[in-house]
């Protein structure tokens, strides 16, 4: 006999799947760089108009992204988001992730529907503070 929660799960799932790529599942379901970075060399938190806010915490090495990390408090494509924009500014050179926009992180997920790319814009917005507040403090410091 079939077991009904389990036939529950395979619609959701596949519900899932109509409306989000892969890779916004993957994202969403096994986030990559999650929570507070000790020591980080630049943080930002921000709140989007929608109530949502991220945070990302970034370690930085010459000019050169060592880490990412990122926490939000929002829905599930926030979290695929979050986890892309911060695997998109590891390993780059901090002016370049001045430069990555809702649009990369939005080609790298392979899109969101039209509702959620805010999500995307949440994103890289707080990626591009976090990356200032870098620029400061290095600036402060000399
Ligand atoms: Fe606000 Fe996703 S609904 S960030």
């Known amino acids: ?6 036939k529950l799960q395979e619609e959701i799932d596949a519900e899932m ?19 507070v970075l000790p020591g980080a060399d630049g943080w930002a938190r921000f709140t989007g108009p929608c109530g949502d806010t991220m945070e990302i915490w970034l370690k930085v090495e010459g000019n050169r992204v060592e880490q990412a990390n990122f926490w939000t408090d929002g829905c599930g494509t926030s979290i695929a988001c979050g986890s892309m924009v911060t695997e998109l500014a590891k390993g780059k050179n901090i002016h370049y992730c001045l430069e990555i926009e809702q649009e990369d992180v ?10 959620s790319r805010h999500c995307a814009l949440l994103a890289a917005t707080t990626l591009k503070m ?8 290095r600036s402060a410091a000399r």
């Open 1 to 6: 006999m079939d077991d009904p929660l389990e």
């Open 17 to 35: 799947r109509e409306i989000y790529t892969e890779t916004v599942i993957d994202h969403a379901m096994n986030p990559r760089n999650v929570g």
């Open 106 to 115: 939005l080609n790298a997920l392979g899109d969101l529907p039209e509702e």
């Open 130 to 137: 976090a990356v200032e507040d870098y620029l400061d403090r």
